[in-house]
Nanobody
Framework: QVQLVESGGGLVQAGGSLRLSCAAS????????MGWYRQAPGKEREMVAS???????KFGDFVKGRFTISRDNAKNTVYLQMNSLKPEDTAVYYC??????????WGQGTLVTVSS
């Protein structure tokens, strides 16, 4: 059984920062790309950021330099540092990882609420 567990969500004022973490656990031999997605009420899930095992990153167009993604391969953990948060960043943030070559897993989600 492998799983992803997110943490770090919460309520923050506009302009503030949050750091999300996602740790993979279980029978894990390899972890490929890891990433963060988000889904706001009434909207489709969208990619926020992704990072390969080698550290190559991609970001959604809306990020515009406000977020950074990083990973600690020794801890099987991916992080999302979010700065200059806006009310429109309010959403449930999900972690996704490619595990053991062919297994795709999602975390349970963590709620980020940005107040104006």
């Amino acid at each position: 059984q492998v799983q992803l567990v997110e943490s770090g969500g919460g309520l923050v004022q506009a302009g503030g920062s949050l750091r999300l973490s996602c740790a993979a656990s279980g029978r894990i031999f390899t972890i490929g790309a890891m990433g963060w997605y988000r889904q706001a009420p009434g909207k489709e899930r969208e990619m926020v950021a992704s990072i390969t095992h080698a550290g190559i990153t991609k970001f959604g167009d809306f990020v515009k330099g406000r977020f950074t993604i990083s990973r600690d391969n020794a801890k099987n953990t991916v992080y999302l540092q979010m700065n200059s948060l806006k009310p429109e960043d309010t959403a449930v943030y999900y972690c996704k990882a490619e595990l053991n070559g062919s297994l795709e897993r999602w975390g349970q989600g963590t709620l980020v609420t940005v107040s104006s």
